[in-house]
């Protein structure tokens, strides 16, 4: 793979990591709730507007067009285990920006993806 087709893999791992911790920040700022009929609108409004939700919203929206570029360039074989980088990533920010336990299973599995994501990659 080129520079240019990491890049644009790497940059969509992390708006997709990025989309999951600004969900996670405005669903934290909502709070639990029950779906339920009367729950809809308000707890749908609330959704809505919550900036973090909007804002991941739109990661979402910008990794599925660099993630169609790299679809472009690569197999799929190879380049949708890259997407696991992405649980690296989303497991370390909630440690840090959430306060997430970080277990030494967790770390063990960190580990086993980072052996998995080099061997698919290897030529």
């Known amino acids: 793979m080129t520079v240019v087709v990491w890049s644009l893999l790497l940059f969509g791992v992390l708006l997709n990591a990025s989309a999951q911790l600004f969900l996670k920040f405005g669903m934290d700022r909502i709070g639990e709730f029950s779906f339920t009929l009367a729950n809809i609108w308000p707890i749908g409004w609330k959704v809505a507007t919550n900036y973090f939700v909007i804002l991941g919203l739109m990661c979402y ?19 949708y285990p890259m997407v696991s ?25 960190i580990f086993v993806i980072i052996l998995g994501v080099y061997l698919v990659a290897k030529p």
Do not use: D, K
Not at 61 to 79: E, K, N
């Open 61 to 79: 929206v910008i990794s599925v067009v660099v993630w169609l570029m790299v679809l472009s360039r690569v197999p799929v074989g190879l380049a």
């Open 85 to 109: 980088i992405g649980y690296i990533v989303t497991a370390i920010a909630g440690y840090f920006l959430l306060g997430e336990t970080l277990t030494a299973t967790r770390v063990a599995g």
